[in-house]
């Protein structure tokens, strides 16, 4: 697949309501379904399918019974904070 195109992808799935928190939510430990479910405020059916597409793209991968971010997942993490940053600042 052509960089643009997994690019594209990468950001079609970051903008799906949710994703952006579960990422957030596993920045600092590894986390259970539930308590994933929980913290990210989402409904199992929809933190199944954003777990999935997110594992997909090697940002999450799940360890026994935990999910956790993988060194992708921790970078995607840093460039969500740093928009954040960017996003707050007055001009």
Do not use: W
């Not at 986390?31 to 990210?40: I, P, T």
């Amino acid at each position: 697949m052509q960089p643009q195109n997994e690019i594209g992808k990468l950001l079609k799935i970051l903008s799906r309501n949710g994703v952006c928190s579960i990422l957030l939510c596993l920045e600092k430990n590894p986390k259970r379904f539930s308590q994933l479910m929980f913290d990210a405020r989402l409904n199992p059916g929809v933190l199944n399918r954003h777990l999935k597409s997110l594992m997909q793209l090697d940002m999450v991968k799940k360890v026994s019974d935990e999910y956790m971010l993988t060194e992708n997942g921790k970078r995607i993490v840093e460039v969500l904070k740093q928009l954040m940053r960017i996003n707050h600042q007055t001009p």
